[in-house]
T-cell receptor
Framework: ETGVTQTPRHLVMGMTNKKSLKCEQH?????MYWYKQSAKKPLELMFV???????ENNSVPSRFSPECPNSSHLFLHLHTLQPEDSALYLC?????????????FGDGTRLSIL | QKEVEQDPGPLSVPEGAIVSLNCTYS??????FMWYRQYSRKGPELLMY????GNKEDGRFTAQVDKSSKYISLFIRDSQPSDSATYLC?????????????FGAGTQVVVTP
């Protein structure tokens, strides 16, 4: 496998469920990111990890909980979500964090909250 | 005022025409500029990456940056139906050590055969 792989591709859950999104990158990168993409809106950065350490939490509600066990894997744990959390969740990676490091994206998980 | 403005479109062009896309921004500290292409049900794919002002060409794609006007452009020559997608601009400042990119909302492009 190459690039950035996200699973599942689609997820439907109730507001009281707990689920997790998974991201795996095969690019040898050291930085990983979670973004939220809503229709007609710019990508919103949620979390940044560099060498497994969380370097940024962009004021994300605590119902979203990230986990980065190693530089190749990133998870987003979901709990008690709200209908406005329905969106496309994108994972990205780059060689390292930095403004000059282009980010490479996966195809996302389409999340629907009932 | 949004930090990055991008016309949502849709922009419809006939096959073979030049597609012209642009973004305006307000933060004069932005130094790195990127264009991504996003097909339906896919993630954004990096197309072009430029630093500071000037032009960059890659095949049918040309990216231009005009920092004095805070304006960036992407041109697609000899457009094909396969170029139909949403194009996102992104930019970042030298001081953003952890890679915070500001994205535009995207312009939808439709190339008709």
């Amino acid at each position: 496998e190459t690039g950035v792989t996200q699973t599942p591709r689609h997820l439907v859950m109730g507001m009281t469920n707990k689920k997790s999104l998974k991201c795996e990158q095969h690019l040898g990168h050291n930085a990983m990111y979670w973004y939220k993409q809503s229709a007609k809106k710019p990508l919103e950065l949620m979390f940044v990890y560099n060498f497994k350490e969380q370097t940024e939490n962009n004021s994300v509600p605590s119902r979203f909980s990230p986990e980065c066990p190693n530089s190749s894997h990133l998870f987003l744990h979901l709990h008690t979500l709200q209908p406005e959390d329905s969106a496309l969740y994108l994972c990205a990676s780059s060689q390292r964090t930095g403004s000059n490091q282009p980010q490479h994206f996966g195809d996302g998980t389409r999340l629907s909250i009932l | 005022q949004k930090e990055v403005e991008q016309d949502p479109g849709p922009l419809s062009v006939p096959e073979g025409a030049i597609v012209s896309l642009n973004c305006t921004y307000s933060n004069s500290a932005f130094q790195y500029f990127m264009w991504y292409r996003q097909y339906s049900r896919k993630g954004p794919e990096l197309l072009m990456y430029t630093y500071s002002s000037g032009n960059k060409e890659d095949g049918r794609f040309t990216a231009q940056v005009d920092k004095s006007s805070k304006y960036i452009s992407l041109f697609i020559r000899d457009s094909q139906p396969s170029d139909s997608a949403t194009y996102l601009c992104a930019m970042s400042a030298e001081t953003d050590s952890w890679g915070k990119f500001q994205f535009g909302a995207g312009t939808q492009v439709v190339v008709t055969p």
